[in-house]
């Protein structure tokens, strides 16, 4: 069960990373667009490697 709950936290992290980058387009803000760039790149590979484990 932990695995599903692993898998959900990790796509709502995801998820607000793309809110984020929404965000700092609209803002012109290059550091938070950056930031929020590798969060989601990081979250997406963490989502991968959870999910390979299954």
């Given at each position: 069960m932990r695995l599903g709950t692993d898998?959900?936290?990790l796509v709502g992290f995801?998820?607000?990373g793309f809110f984020f980058?929404?965000?700092a387009l609209n803002?012109?803000?290059t550091l938070t667009?950056?930031?929020s760039v590798l969060?989601?790149?990081s979250c997406l590979v963490w989502l991968g490697?959870?999910?390979s484990k299954r």
């Open positions: 898998v959900v936290g995801t998820v607000s980058i929404a965000s803002n012109g803000d667009l950056v930031g969060w989601v790149a490697a959870v999910v």
